[in-house]
């Protein structure tokens, strides 16, 4: 009985901690030179290194269970920041709901595809990549 106490404790404070590093790296992101030019850099630099049409980077957002892009560049990039994703939704939230990596190189006969996100940017890639960061 006290061990699942403990455990539960500690998974309690592990979500707790994770939840506090999330809302503070979304706080920064709003302030001038911070985290969102570093988010901006990061995202720029990624689609340079894989010579791709577009990057974006989506945050967890731990009150609504959502992704929140944060920031993004090349193809669509103006539009898909600030969109919302359910975690789960989509290949990215697949990405970060299972904790694993995944690319997919055809998109459209992948049915976790969010085409209808997509098309609201502008942009539907053909292939995607989507890595979960960890904390």
Request: proline share 5%; charged share 25%.
């Amino acid at each position: 009985m006290i061990e699942g106490r403990v455990r539960a404790n500690r998974a309690t404070r592990a979500k707790s901690c994770t939840n506090w590093r999330r809302s503070r790296l979304t706080r920064w992101g709003d302030r001038p030179g911070g985290a969102r030019d570093l988010l901006r850099s990061t995202t720029e630099l990624t689609r340079r290194l894989f010579d791709a049409a577009a990057c974006a980077l989506a945050l967890p957002e731990a009150e609504s269970e959502q992704l929140v892009f944060r920031s993004a560049s090349g193809a669509g990039a103006a539009r898909i920041v600030g969109q919302r994703l359910p975690v789960g939704q989509g290949i990215a939230g697949w990405a970060v709901s299972s904790g694993q990596p995944i690319g997919i190189a055809e998109v459209a006969r992948d049915p976790r595809f969010a085409r209808g996100v997509a098309e609201a940017t502008g942009y539907v890639p053909r292939s995607i990549l989507a890595v979960p960061l960890g904390t």
